[in-house]
């Protein structure tokens, strides 16, 4: 019976491409997913033998810290350089969608408040 190795939802092109070639190196036999058309499931990468379950599932927890490291020393060269993504650079490139974020956080601890505010009357 196959197995769900990885779910697409949210994952970036080049680690599901990685992932593809990953199990294919592996010589572990795979079929793949699609999204459903209103985005009900995401799609997925399925192994299709029991018997490499263990073997993929192995190989993915290698591949998923490497990428790990990969990423946080990206990140930390990128602070270095000081081309790190801040809240400051995200205002000053998105200030509508910053300013709509803040507004929607503060309607929903109004919500969040409101019973309390009621009880209290």
């Known amino acids: ?11 970036p092109d080049d680690e599901a491409d990685d992932v593809r ?3 294919d190196a592996h010589r572990i036999e795979f079929y793949e997913t699609k999204p459903s058309m209103w985005g009900v499931s995401a799609g997925g990468i399925w192994v299709t033998e029991d018997a490499d379950v263990t073997n993929a599932k192995h190989a ?13 020393d990206e990140y930390a060269a990128a ?4 081309t790190a993504e801040t809240f400051v650079s995200v205002l000053r490139a ?4 910053v300013a709509l ?3 929607a956080i503060l309607f929903l601890l109004g919500l969040v408040a409101l019973p309390i505010i009621l009880l209290r009357g």
């Not at 602070?79 to 000081?82: C, H, V, Y």
């Not at 998105?94 to 969608?97: A, I, T």
């Open 1 to 11: 019976m196959s197995k769900l190795l990885l779910n697409l939802r949210n994952v």
């Open 21 to 23: 070639a990953l199990l």
């Open 60 to 72: 993915m927890a290698d591949y998923q810290q490497q990428r790990g490291a990969r990423a946080r």
């Open 79 to 82: 602070k270095r350089e000081g």
């Open 94 to 97: 998105e200030p509508g969608r």
């Open 101 to 103: 974020s803040v507004l």
